[in-house]
């Protein structure tokens, strides 16, 4: 299945299930964000994106703790779970991918 199939699939699974969806970004300068809301209807489910490069934007915007950044990098499970946690709170979306 090549990646804009799957993409579509995802956004039709939210959008039949009435799923909220966020992404807190870094790396991928909100390329998850962008192919979410290139299908029709999204809004409805897409609800916030945060690209936050930065250490300093991740913790202002997000809520990442500068212990996890230190300890383990803002490349990392930890950071990104992190991520993920701020953006679900700052949108109160359903799901929330980092």
Avoid: W
């Amino acid at each position: 299945m090549t990646q804009k199939r799957r993409v579509k699939k995802v956004c039709r699974q939210l959008l039949e299930g009435g799923i909220t969806v966020s992404a807190a970004e870094s790396f991928t300068g909100g390329g998850v964000s962008s192919q979410l809301v290139s299908r029709a209807g999204m809004s409805a489910s897409f609800l916030l994106g945060i690209v936050a490069y930065t250490d300093n934007a991740k913790a202002a915007h997000l809520g990442v703790s500068t212990e996890i950044l230190e300890r383990f990098g803002a490349v990392s499970p930890e950071c990104a779970q992190a991520m993920a946690k701020g953006i679900r709170e700052a949108s109160g979306s359903d799901i929330a991918v980092a």
